[in-house]
Every structure is written in C-alpha cells, then in structure tokens.
C-alpha cells in the first residue's frame, strides 16, 4: 500500500481510479474513474483512439474508450462503469476516495512489463530465433512502449536465443531456466519428493517456472528483489536432490541493474485478475497512471 491523496494529482497526467465494491461480488456497484488533468502532457504516455490511432489532442480522445482499454488490460470485467472526471470538476465521492488512504493501492499501468514464456526447446521443434526476438525487442525500446522490462523463459536450451547478442542498454533483463546447450527439466515428477497424487503419471510442472512462481507466493514482493529470486531459482533449479541427473543452469542477460528492483513492480499484474473475485482486494481502491 502507499499513500496518495488529492493533492498528488498532477495536472499534466491521466490516471484510472476503480472504486472499491459496496456490495462484494457486484461488479455492477464499482465504478472506473478516469481522472484527465488540464495540462495531460502526451508526450509521457501514448493512449490510443478507437481506430488504433495516437493522438496528442486531448479533445480528439474517446475517453469511455481509453477506460475500456484499461478494464481489458487489467483483465477487469467489461461491464464495470465507467466516469470520466475532470480537473476542477471533480464529484465529492472521487475526492473522498483518494482521502482514504489505508484502502488505496497505487499501479503504475505500462512503465515495467513482465514477459513468461514457457515451451520447448528442441532441435525438431518449431524455431524462436534468437535475432528475430532481438530485433523486437530493440523495436519496442525504440518507440519508447516501456520504461523497464523482465523477461522469464522457460524451456530446453533457452540461453540460445540470448547468449551473445543480447544488449545491455535496452533495460530488459532475461532470466532462463537453462544455458544454451542443455534441457530445462520437470519437477513434482513421480518418484520424486513430494510425488505428484498417485493418479498423475506425469510432471506437473517445470522446475524454474514452479521454482520462481513458489518463491513469489512465499515472499513479500515489495521486499524481495530481482536479484533474490533468481539467486534462489538458481540454486534450486541446479540442485541434484530433484533429479537422478543433476538439474539445470538458469542464466541471466541483459540490463543487470534491474536486479537490484523490488519484485512487486513487476509480478503485481499477476494480482490484478483477483480485483473483482477476492472479498477483501475488492475493497480497496485502485490507481493507475496513465
């Protein structure tokens, strides 16, 4: 949680308010605020237009569509409604929202961005080309799309698409569950320890992705660092005692720097899906700059 209050709305921004629930479970009763200061510098984010098009004029821009666009983001149910405010103009209710600051959680919405990807990595596979995926990521940091990215992959040689031609400069910072040479492995496999319900004769997960999804649910993520979780992914994704064989080297590459971030300025999206479900999440209030 964090403080924000009235004061801290900045003429020059946007920002997405969803209002916690007076009734659990009625989606109906919460709304979406979408608060547009006189001065919104456009130059500091890029909302787009129905048409998919980028406007710098801020009465060309359907706002009902920018709060749609937030509601699918955060994958929050479309019927939620929404209310456009704006400066000056502010309903009593918004204001005594941001005054309740035990109940208010403040996002940021596009400026860190994780990417997971789990799959195979075999010889007779179908191929990701590690230049390929280079070169989209230079064109993502290129058009400035974010501010800081973490990419997770999990799969058999996965160091491949990153060893040697992953830039530094671009501030993503990619961890893999293997070098490029060797395979990720399985756990929770039968004659293991724990062993999968007796019914399941097969692995019910892969070890580095089960390794950093276990240590996040574990920790609290505004404590931990980047640099925390992987030494810990490293050292259990290595460890022989989960394998007759030995286990695998997860690697790092790219903008080192970002290890030393709380884990919550990424992983928190994965939090987001539980706004409408949870009983107590929902009744808190949530922000997002736009």
Known sequence: MT?????????????AVLSPNTG?????????????????????CQLKLGSGKVSDDLEELDWNHVGSDVLIQMGLPKGINIKIVKEDEEPAEFLAMLKMEKQLVVLTLGSQI????????????????GMDFIEVLKKKHATGTYRKMVI??????????????????????????????????????PEMEPPP??????????LYSVAWMEDSQGHNLKRETIKQQYEMVKERTANANDFVNGGSHVMEYGSRSIRAEKLYLYQKVLILPLLTSHPTITNYTWLWKL
């Open 152 to 189: 997770y992959v999990e799969a058999c040689e996965s160091g491949s698409i990153f060893e040697g031609i992953m830039p530094k400069d671009m501030n993503i910072y990619v961890t893999t569950a293997s070098n490029a040479q060797e395979n990720s492995l399985g756990t929770y496999c």
């Open 24 to 44: 659990v479970g009625k989606n109906e009763e919460r709304l979406l605020y979408v608060w547009v200061g006189r001065s919104a510098d456009r130059s500091k």
């Open 3 to 15: 403080t924000f209050g009235v004061n801290d709305l900045d003429s020059r921004a946007t920002f």
């Open 114 to 129: 994780i990417v997971y990807q789990s799959g195979e990595g075999m010889p007779n596979m179908l191929f990701l080309y």
């Open 197 to 206: 319900p007796p019914e399941y004769i097969t692995c019910l997960g892969d």
